[in-house]
DNA sequence: GTCCTAAATTTTTTT
DNA sequence: AATTTAGGAC
């Protein structure tokens, strides 16, 4: 990157004195405070819906229009490739293309690599060495731990991985793993396979996530002269979600902060939802001890939401013990309390979602103004069948995602393999992909010379052409392979990258392999492939291409401009607004989620009631809360109770909506749900009542189903008395039917119009 | 080595 | 329920 030695805004500095800049105009005197601190440490602790972007996006206008740095001499850090995106369209907006100078505006893993191609050497890799990502990850260390002659079943590699992981998070290297840590994995040998795994990456010249942001730490560390140059370059330092930081990120930053000392983190601890990823909130509550004389600014005033919905999360929040503790302001009038439902199961929930959402369509609602968050992934489903059905336009964030798909990875394998031959993941997936008869012994013997020889799988693969350790056609295949690789590899520079990579997915035979594929899904494969080598026309070339990908792993959400309601994971949704909020599945169990409660207990639990109250500040208007009674695990229907959280909702802001009238079970469910007043005090006391007798009765973990409610469950099934063959019933959503078969509840219904089905008994009624 | 079937295993959030 | 893994037949 060269500087271009120009006024960085193309304004004129004499324009700026005197008069006021236009973009203070509208700050509070907060948010202008946060502006104009521009030097020395400053912590923002910016609530949900303080205008924490518009802070941030301002600041940094601010300090390139005063010329206080050029666009490249800040360091502007993000969480997301997507928040990183948005600050720089703002800036944009604001001070015209000169943000495209800002070369050091990016996620914490694309700036990481940056430093680090710079200074590969020092960290024992070569140039152009490759980013793992998680699944390559994995099947390196499978190969490990079965080198080691470990049993897989015992101590499986995801879960090495997730301790490696967790070790760089925290920013140890493998000689600073306690012996007591290392045994947290396969008695002690946990050390030795992190000190293999690390080896084998420089062999086979890759990092993965975790090394991007340690080893530059380590380079930092250990060549001063490196650090100080990047301590000169970065005057102003700008940290966002700074809540979210791990250990090597913290240690990243504060290296880097000891040079010009304007660090500017904003966070919100009451939002710190990853701590599973290693993030320390203690990061933000112990600011002010690690920049001694840093100034604190608290932004209170909430521009997005109602007071009900405000009411409903502050009071929520307020049960958490470990927090800064913030109280969030409007100046709204108008307002909607907070809705909370309950349901028979998931699948009226989404029913009940899908009419609210048709509703609020025929009053002129843009559907993208709503949003459906969900605590795990997999809840998405049951809105998604029912939107189709519905036909309701809908978008899913975050879902499976483009470049995971097996087509997408074996594409990308070759290109990777082009790009630096030494990425031994990436051949192992292809080299026998299309079939060409080299089997899991040859690739043992192979691996077997790459490690005795310590070299890369493609090296001792190009050896063995030599020797007749390989069978005779396997040697073959292989030897054509290793040469068309070598063809491929000089026409980088020839060719176009796209073209090359046509010509890589021909000669191969892959694009042929998926042609002959007679399976239903062939023809989206190659479809993707087609929308791969379209999307690769977007970048400069090949290695540029990689690297996106490598990083983003997702493609760009695409266009926004049709009308759909969002579907996402409260995790995703961080950030966002909507006019309307749905927050489907408040259950115990799921929400909180067992195994946060398992694992950290009630920092666990505490990082729940983060995420809730992220959930409910994203509304604007409306928010509605909902909880299913029976929600089917897998095969198995599981009766849940309702969250705790919708209990620690305070009273006021809250309405607890009437059942829609249903289906089934649905009777007993709103009776429940009304014939509440005999017990204890107050009039809200809906479901929070059922589990305090729950608990109290089963004295068991919150899991434990409670006893009355699956007596009332047994009565209500009780009931209904099992169904013969050639009965004839109604379904809700299938209409009418004659039972072909029994098999204990679960019955198999011929419907007249949906066809054969197999429904749980309880679903159906005499028809 | 390849292909097919049976069995086992999953059950959070993501750069 | 759906996907991945293991084992066995060819």
Redesign the pocket.
Known sequence: MTDHKQNPTGISARAMQGTEPAYLKGLNPEQRDAVLSTDGPLLVLAGAGTGKTRVLTTRLAHILTTQKAWPNQMLAVT???KAAREMKERIGHLIGNVVEGMTWLG???SIGVKILRNHYELAGLRSGFSILD?DDQVRLLKQLLKAEGID??RW?ARQLANAIDGWKNRGLTPDKVTEAEAYSFANGLGKKLYQDYQARLKTVNAAD?GDLLLEVVRIFQTHPDVLKSYQQKFKYMLVDEYQDTNVVQYLWLRLLAQGHRNICCVGDDDQS?YG??GAEVDNILRFEKDFPGAKIIKLERNYRSTPDILGAASGLIAKNESRLGKTLRTDKTESTLVSVRGHWDGEEEARAIGDDIEALQRQKEHLNDMAILV????QMRAFEERFITLGLPYRVI?GPRFYERAEIRDAMSYFKIVASPDNDLAFERII?TP????????IQKMYNVARTSGTSLYVAAEKMLGTDEL?AK?RTALRLLIESFARWRKQVDALPHTELAEIVLDESGYTEMWQHDKSPEAEGRLENLKELVRSMGEFENLAGFLEHVA?V??RDTGAETDDRVNIM?L??AKGLEFGTVFLPGWEEGLFP?Q??LD?KGRSGLEEERRLAYVGITRAKHRATISFAQNRR???LWQSAMPSRFIDELPEKHVEVAAMTSSYGGQSFASSRFDSNTSFGKGSYDTPGWQRAQARKSSGDTMRASPKFIEGEMTASFANTPTYETGERVFHQKFGYGNVTEVDGNKLTVDFDKAGEK?VIDSFVERG
């Open positions: 969480f997301t490739n996620t914490f893993h998680d897989e079943k499986p996530f939802i599973w990823r605590r795990a992934s997999s975050g026998n079939k060409r008869g080299i089997g899991d012994a040859s069978p396997a990083l792993m997702d994971t995790h995703s989620h195994r946060s694992e695990i897998h095969a197999r």
